[in-house]
């Protein structure tokens, strides 16, 4: 593994490489609001791509390398992020497919910007679907429209007992429900295998 900073708009990034000798492509995995990439679905995420022969970069967006553990806004997250995936794919990855995703907050900067990232695919550990009710009884919006955005094939791991519900399949979309919470400890071994068969399938 190395460890490396990548200048973004927002102030430096850190990415954490992990390669494999001939890749098939390169995973970029961001973190979560509050967590960093030593996440336990983001290391049994990491170790199922490896397993396939996929490289694997996590990163860790500028306000989390500064020190601080409220995130940035959404903005910022997503300029920072497309920068750090520019950066990668001039300097690191090469030729092969690139593939996007994250645990929770960090699959929604990767859904958004997937497009723009040019990304034949998106892993999202955990969504946060429905926001929770607020304290004046009010009820946010699903954050459903974030996924449905997305036009290439997404894998959705998602913990039967998480808090911000289930995401619906689709067409494009795979969701492997896992006996777990939002954080995905209950059952990373299903975490691991979800990820590698999606793999297996997506590149055969």
């Known amino acids: 593994m190395t460890a490396v900073e990548v200048a973004t708009p927002h102030g430096p990034a850190r990415v954490h490489l992990h390669p494999v000798g ?3 492509a390169w995973l970029v995995l961001g973190h979560g609001a509050g967590g960093g990439v030593g996440a336990p679905d983001l290391v049994a995420a990491t170790e199922a791509a490896r ?3 996929v490289g694997v970069a996590l990163v860790e967006q500028p306000y989390r390398v500064a020190g ?3 995130p940035a806004p959404a903005r910022q997250l997503d300029a920072a992020w ?3 995936v520019g950066h990668l794919r001039g ?3 090469g030729d092969p497919p690139l593939l996007v995703g994250g645990r929770s907050s960090g699959a929604r900067v990767a859904c958004r910007t997937a497009r723009e990232a040019g990304a034949a695919g998106v892993v ?3 969504f946060p679907l429905q926001p929770p009710q607020r304290r004046d009884g009010t009820v946010p919006a699903s954050r459903l429209d974030e996924l449905e955005a997305v036009s290439v094939p997404v894998l959705v791991v998602q913990g039967t007992r998480d808090r911000f ?3 619906p399949a689709s067409a494009r979309r795979s969701v492997a429900e896992v006996s777990a919470d939002h954080s995905l400890r209950g059952d990373l071994a299903a975490t691991r295998a979800a990820v590698g068969a999606w793999l297996r399938a997506l590149l055969a």
Do not use: I, Q, T
Request: contains cysteine; hydrophobic residues 45%; positive net charge.
């Open 82 to 84: 497309l920068a750090v």
């Open 124 to 126: 999202c550990l955990a």
């Open 91 to 93: 300097n690191v990855m």
């Open 51 to 53: 397993a396939e022969d």
């Open 22 to 24: 001939r890749p098939r």
């Open 68 to 70: 601080r553990r409220s």
């Open 165 to 167: 519900g289930m995401p």
